[in-house]
C-alpha cells in the first residue's frame, strides 16, 4: 500500500528516493514530450545483431516517452554543462560492462540520455550540442535526446546543474532514482536491478 507514512520512511531509507519529487521509486514515471529538437535519429545498419553507424548524418524529430514504453530503460539526464558527463561514468561504463541487449531496435532495454540544453553556461551550447552529437555516433544504438528548453527537467522537478540516473520497468514505474554521483553500492544496486527486470539471460 502506497502511503505518506511509507513514502515518508522510503525518503529517510533510501538516497534514491527523495521527498516533493516528481520522480518516485515504486510509482509511473511523468510523461513528457520534447518537441524542440528532440531524439537524435542517424542513419543505421545492423552488423553482427548490433546497429551501427552507416553515414556520418545526423537528423533530429520530436520524442516522447510514451513510444519506449514496454521495454526496461535507464533514463540518464544530464544538465548541458561541459564535464558533467564524468559525474557518473563509472555508472555508464558498468552498464557498457554489463552488455545488456541493448544493440537492435527492438531490444528489450535502453539507455536513454537526455541533455538539458536549457541549462548551459553562455557561450558553452554549441560546444555541448557537439559533443553530445559526437556520443550518438559512438553508440549508435543508444537514444539521444536534446532538450532545448529543458521540460523534462520540469516535469520530473530535477535539480539544476546536475546529473541524474532514473530506471524504469516496462511500464513506466521507476525502480531507481538517483540525483548526483551513484557510489559504487549504487551502480551495483542499479546494475542488479535491470538485470532482474530483464530476467536471467535476457
Known amino acids: 500500500m502506497n502511503s505518506p507514512v511509507l513514502h515518508v520512511a522510503a525518503c529517510i531509507l533510501f538516497a534514491w528516493a527523495p521527498c516533493g519529487a516528481r520522480v518516485v521509486v515504486g510509482q509511473k514515471l511523468p510523461g513528457v514530450a520534447v518537441a524542440d529538437r528532440g531524439v537524435m535519429v542517424p542513419h543505421v545498419k545492423v552488423v553482427d545483431a548490433r546497429m551501427v553507424l552507416d553515414g556520418p548524418d545526423l537528423a533530429y524529430r520530436p520524442w516522447t516517452l510514451a ?8 533514463i540518464y539526464h544530464l544538465a548541458g554543462r561541459i564535464g558533467i558527463e564524468g559525474v557518473n561514468k563509472d555508472f555508464i561504463d558498468a552498464i557498457i560492462a554489463a552488455k545488456l541487449p541493448e544493440y537492435l531496435p527492438d531490444s528489450p532495454y535502453k539507455t536513454i540520455t537526455i541533455l538539458n540544453l536549457s541549462d548551459t553556461l553562455w557561450g558553452t551550447h554549441g560546444i555541448a550540442s557537439g559533443r553530445f552529437e559526437t556520443s550518438q555516433r559512438e553508440f549508435a544504438h543508444a537514444l539521444y ?58
Open 67 to 74: 513510444e519506449t514504453a514496454g521495454r526496461v530503460r535507464t
Open 145 to 202: 535526446v536534446a532538450d532545448e528548453k529543458g521540460v523534462a527537467r520540469a516535469a520530473w522537478d530535477l535539480q539544476p546543474r546536475q546529473s541524474a540516473v532514473i530506471i524504469l520497468d516496462r511500464d513506466d514505474t521507476v525502480l531507481f532514482f538517483k540525483e548526483g554521483k551513484l557510489s559504487p553500492g549504487e551502480i551495483h544496486a542499479a546494475i542488479s536491478l535491470i538485470r532482474g527486470r530483464l530476467g536471467v539471460g535476457f
